[in-house]
């Protein structure tokens, strides 16, 4: 079955410079892949996904970019904000199921003023 | 319209009792998922329904854990004799269809304590 690891498991970053995230995935098959932002106490909600026929996607500050060869897919946040503060999870979709999204470990991202 | 929302928000059991924890899908959602997210974690996938069918529950930890769906809209996990290491949150998950890519939305999640 698939498995994800992310990287890392906490990231600071000084508010206005970009922050970048990184998963593995380990199912070559699997084609699909989102992002979900969680802030303390909060459900977790989706803010990107790609799939397996396109290299990068793009929505304002968030970009997500894959890279079928390597089995890798990382979220960029660019001029971030203290807003962006929280938990990053990434998942792909286990090909196992037609459903069944296995997710990362998270990454914590704090964004000092 | 009204997102996923779930019942009780937090929930304190004494080791042994039974728990039941209710989850409201978005209307006219076809596919509801449940998840087990420890603290630290990610979510870890439990069971999924689309509609009243249960399609998967190889995610549930052991035969204490049951879940229904009955009339394929409110879904309801239930905990029988909890033990400790049941303390997490259990969150719901619905989305439109069952389809690829389909975004699954989730609920505020029920906050179980296990003592």
């Known amino acids: 079955g698939e498995n994800v690891e992310q990287h890392p498991s906490t990231l600071s970053v000084q508010e206005g410079d970009s922050a970048v995230i990184k998963c593995t995935y380990s199912d070559s098959a699997s084609n699909y892949f989102p992002w979900y932002k969680q802030e303390l106490g909060k459900r977790p909600q989706l803010i990107i996904d790609?799939?397996?026929n396109v290299g990068e996607k793009k929505d304002q500050r968030i970009a997500v970019t894959l890279n079928k060869t390597a089995k890798h897919f990382s979220l960029h946040i660019t001029e971030t904000q203290p807003e962006d503060s929280a938990v990053y999870f990434c998942a792909a979709r286990n090909m196992d199921s037609n459903y069944q999204l296995i997710w990362g470990a998270g990454t914590k991202l704090i964004i000092k003023p | 319209g009204a997102g996923v929302s779930q019942s009780p928000r937090y929930k304190v059991a004494k080791r042994g009792q039974d728990v039941a924890l209710r989850c409201d899908p978005i209307s006219g959602h076809v596919s509801l998922f449940w998840y087990q997210q420890a603290l630290g974690q990610g979510p870890e996938f439990l069971t999924y329904?689309?509609?009243?069918?249960?399609?998967?529950k190889s995610g549930l930890p052991s035969d204490r854990f049951f879940a229904e769906r009955p009339e394929g809209s409110v879904s309801t996990l239930k905990i029988q004799r909890t033990q400790q290491e049941d303390s997490a949150v259990y969150l719901c998950a619905s989305s439109l269809t069952s389809g690829v890519g389909e975004t699954q939305y989730f609920g505020p999640g029920t906050r179980l304590l296990v003592l």
């Open positions: 329904f689309q509609n009243e069918a249960q399609l998967d």
């Open positions: 790609i799939r397996s």
